[in-house]
């Protein structure tokens, strides 16, 4: 099983659709996860980090399950704007210096107008 | 100002030329990192760096040598270049404290096509 395993896409959506990535990790002990948004051939950049309670951010909401070993990600009212991939990001060790993230492959989104 | 910078943005050189990349960070951060960016858009972490020492290190060939000068720069000097070196390589810095949970930023990528 892959470290980290996303839906693989793409999802093509009309704008003001509600859409949702999923991603899987497989090492229990996994420490923190977020989600990274990379845009096309640009560099990968923070979008939220993943909380055990889930957390929201204006029009995205993400959830962890850490039983099932689930990340999620939904946008609500999508824009044209959120057209980008999306990366599913988990720390598989901790903190201090084990510090590293390991990325899934992405799932790329287009929002059609 | 640059968070993150990387030079250069593109390199083409021929199979077996020696090049380097450069990544200097702004913000003060003690770990940085060069990840690589494959074809297929997977990005897999080669080297991470915390206050000039090497701290990973994930099996990457020994043509590839990072040197951290100081904390704020970290480079990639790659020998004997293949066609399979041939990706986006990017730079990140995180501030890497006792929480697991710092962000890393990335730099703009390098660009590396191998003839």
């Known amino acids: 099983r892959k470290e980290v395993e996303q839906d693989p896409g793409p999802f093509n959506v009309p704008e003001g659709a509600t859409v949702a990535f999923n991603c899987t990790y497989s090492n229990s002990a996994s420490q923190s996860f977020f989600w990274y948004r990379q845009d096309c051939r640009k560099e990968p950049k923070l979008l939220m980090s993943?909380?055990?309670s889930g957390n929201e951010d204006g029009r995205f909401t993400a959830q962890l399950n850490r039983a099932s070993q689930y990340i999620s990600l939904l946008i609500r009212d999508s824009k044209l704007s959120d057209s980008a991939t999306y990366l599913c990001?988990?720390?598989?060790?901790?903190?201090?210096?084990?510090?590293?993230?390991?990325f899934g492959k992405g799932t790329l989104l287009t929002v059609n107008p | 100002d640059t968070a993150v910078s990387q030079t250069p943005k593109y390199l083409v050189t021929q199979m077996g030329n020696d090049k380097s990349i450069k990544c200097e960070q702004n913000?003060?951060?003690?770990?940085m990192y060069w990840y690589k960016q494959d074809s297929k858009k997977f990005l897999k972490i080669m080297f991470s760096y915390n206050n000039k020492e090497l701290i990973i290190n994930e099996t990457v060939p020994n043509r590839f040598s990072p040197k951290s000068p100081d904390k704020a720069h970290l480079n990639l000097h790659i020998n004997s270049l293949e066609l399979g070196d041939s990706a986006v390589y990017f730079c990140?810095?995180?501030?890497?404290?006792?929480?697991?949970?710092?962000?890393?930023?990335f730099g703009p990528g390098t660009r590396l096509t191998v003839l």
């Open positions: 990001v988990v720390n598989p060790r901790g903190g201090g210096s084990n510090y590293k993230l390991t």
């Open positions: 990140a810095s995180s501030r890497l404290g006792e929480s697991s949970t710092d962000t890393q930023y």
């Open positions: 993943v909380y055990s």
């Open positions: 913000l003060g951060h003690d770990t």
